[in-house]
T-cell receptor, first 113, second 115 residues
Framework: GQQVMQIPQYQHVQEGEDFTTYCNSSTTLSNIQWYKQRPGGHPVFLIQLVKSGEVKKQKRLTFQFGEAKKNSSLHITATQTTDVGTYFCAAALGSGGSYIPTFGRGTSLIVHP | NAGVMQNPRHLVRRRGQEARLRCSPMKGHSHVYWYRQLPEEGLKFMVYLQKENIIDESGMPKERFSAEFPKEGPSILRIQQVVRGDSAAYFC?????????????FGPGTRLTVT
C-alpha cells in the first residue's frame, strides 16, 4: 500500500553534530506534519508544511518541503542531549474528504555527550 | 487548558479478558483519532471519530475491536478477548477540523500488556 518512507531509522551523533531525517512519498502530498516523541513519551506536534518548497525554522530545527511536495526533511543544527527522541513525519495519502494521516516509521536520534 | 487525557496509563490484562481504554480530547476539540504503536515502530491509524459518529475505521481490526465517542463522556476503545499480540501502546489524539491546521494533540497513551 501507499507509504510514507522515512530514513534513516536510527542516527547516532556526538553532541554538537548536525542531524537530518528524510521523509519520502511516491504521491504528491497536500501537506506534511512533523512530530517528536521522547523515549517513553507521546508524540508532540512540531510543525506543518503546506507550500511547495516551503522552509520553516524553529531555533536549531529547519524543516523543508520539496518542490514537488513528495519529500520533506528535518535538520537539526548542533544537536544537544535534549534533542534525543524519535522524529516522525505524517501526511494524508488518500484523496478522501477526511484527514487520515499516515505516519513514517520515525528516525530515532541518539545524542552522545 | 487541560490537554488530551487518557486512562489508564498502564493496563494489564490476561488473555481472553476485555480492555477498555478511555480518551478525553482537548477542550473545544470534537474529533478523536486512535493509534496503536508497537516498540520501535511508527503510529498505526486505527479509527477516527467525532461525537456520536465513526468517520473512518479502516485501520481497526473488524473482530474484537470497537470504538465509540458518545455525546457525553470520553471516547472509548474496547478490545474484547485480548490476545498477546494486542500488547502495545495505544494513543489517542484530538484535533479541531476547520482550523486550517492538521495538527494533532496526543494523549500520554495507554500501555496495554496482555499476559
Amino acid at each position: 500500500g501507499q507509504q510514507v518512507m522515512q530514513i534513516p531509522q536510527y542516527q547516532h551523533v556526538q553532541e554538537g553534530e548536525d542531524f537530518t531525517t528524510y521523509c519520502n512519498s511516491s504521491t504528491t502530498l497536500s501537506n506534511i506534519q512533523w512530530y517528536k516523541q521522547r523515549p517513553g513519551g507521546h508524540p508532540v506536534f512540531l510543525i506543518q508544511l503546506v507550500k511547495s518548497g516551503e522552509v520553516k525554522k524553529q531555533k536549531r530545527l529547519t524543516f523543508q518541503f520539496g518542490e514537488a511536495k513528495k519529500n520533506s526533511s528535518l535538520h537539526i543544527t548542533a544537536t544537544q542531549t535534549t534533542d534525543v527522541g524519535t522524529y516522525f513525519c505524517a501526511a494524508a495519502l488518500g484523496s478522501g474528504g477526511s484527514y487520515i494521516p499516515t505516519f513514517g516509521r520515525g528516525t530515532s536520534l541518539i545524542v552522545h555527550p | 487548558n487541560a490537554g488530551v487525557m487518557q486512562n489508564p496509563r498502564h493496563l494489564v490484562r490476561r488473555r481472553g479478558q476485555e480492555a477498555r481504554l478511555r480518551c478525553s480530547p482537548m477542550k473545544g476539540h470534537s474529533h478523536v483519532y486512535w493509534y496503536r504503536q508497537l516498540p520501535e515502530e511508527g503510529l498505526k491509524f486505527m479509527v477516527y471519530l467525532q461525537k456520536e459518529n465513526i468517520i473512518d475505521e479502516s485501520g481497526m481490526p473488524k473482530e474484537r475491536f470497537s470504538a465509540e465517542f458518545p455525546k457525553e463522556g470520553p471516547s472509548i476503545l474496547r478490545i474484547q478477548q485480548v490476545v498477546r499480540g494486542d500488547s502495545a501502546a495505544y494513543f489517542c489524539a484530538s484535533s479541531r477540523p476547520g482550523s486550517g491546521s492538521y495538527e494533532q494533540y496526543f494523549g500520554p497513551g495507554t500501555r496495554l500488556t496482555v499476559t
